[in-house]
């Protein structure tokens, strides 16, 4: 099910930015940590509030693999530490003032976990898929990259460690309140919905090339591999459809006048 656009004449007030830490990449992981940030905007401007994170008891342990990303182990938890659950995750997601708009770096990944079971119909934004076509010459688009290379200053005890659920919800917040100088909120969510508009092409021998740059006959070649990645599909196709729009706009201008 899809997210709703938000309601006729509702603005977006309150954008409440998640971060999770798992014990994998897809269920039946575990969400293990989950932290939020609300973005509020009052009197024309946009406030940070504080980040929150609680740990959640994983049933069935962490991979030493998983540990070394976030560093979160067995001796976080003891018996009353709660198992995440999807009641204990709508609540997360809706306790204190509701939200309109739900907020994640790369939302997919959230996605996987915080499930409509737990968000209704809240509208989302991806500000990874947001960064991508706001900021295409950026070095990279993690939230860690993106904060250095947009020089934000950010309060250390709340921004450290990185690969925790609230201080990574806290860089994410402070992205997205920069975005929001150039990117409406309702824009973002209908970006989000998209595809990854991935401003190089990723791979090959024409890899790094814009898509403007990359030759008509290997965009033929990508959109009639079954295998191809969708978000890289989606892009093809868009150039595709591009230049042939200009060219029909140019065969046009270029017919006589008539009588």
């Known amino acids: 099910m899809s997210a709703a656009l938000p309601t006729p004449g509702r603005p977006l007030l ?56 976030h ?17 204990r995750l709508r609540l997360a ?46 070095p990279r688009h993690s939230n860690q990259v993106l904060r250095y290379w947009r020089g934000l200053r950010l309060d250390p005890s709340l921004a450290m460690p990185p690969h925790r659920a609230g201080p990574d919800a806290y860089v994410t917040a402070s992205l997205l309140v920069e975005l929001l100088r150039t990117v409406a909120g309702e824009e973002m969510i209908a970006w989000s919905r998209e595809p990854r508009h991935l401003p190089a092409l990723p791979f090959g021998k024409h890899r790094g090339l814009p898509w403007t740059a990359v030759p008509l006959d290997y965009l033929d070649w990508m959109l009639r591999q079954a295998d191809m990645e969708a978000d890289v599909i989606w892009c093809a196709r868009r150039e595709m459809q591009r230049r042939q729009h200009a060219a029909a706009d140019a065969s046009h201008d270029s017919r006589p006048p008539s009588c």
Not at 71 to 87: L, Y
């Open 93 to 138: 997601i809706w306790g204190g003032e509701p939200p309109n708009a739900l907020v994640a770096h790369n939302a997919e990944f959230e996605q996987r976990f915080v499930t409509t079971a737990a968000t209704d119909d809240l509208p989302w934004i991806c500000t990874y898929k947001v960064a991508l076509r706001a900021w295409p010459e950026a």
């Open 71 to 87: 560093h979160i182990t067995e001796a976080d938890f003891d018996v009353d530490t709660p198992v995440c659950t999807n009641e």
């Open 14 to 69: 309150r954008l409440r930015v998640i971060d999770i830490e798992t014990t994998g990449e897809a269920p039946p992981a575990e969400v293990i940590e989950f932290g939020r940030v609300d973005v509020v905007h009052e009197h024309g401007t946009w406030r940070v509030e504080r980040p929150m994170a609680r740990l959640y008891r994983p049933l069935h342990g962490i991979p030493p693999e998983t540990m070394a990303v």
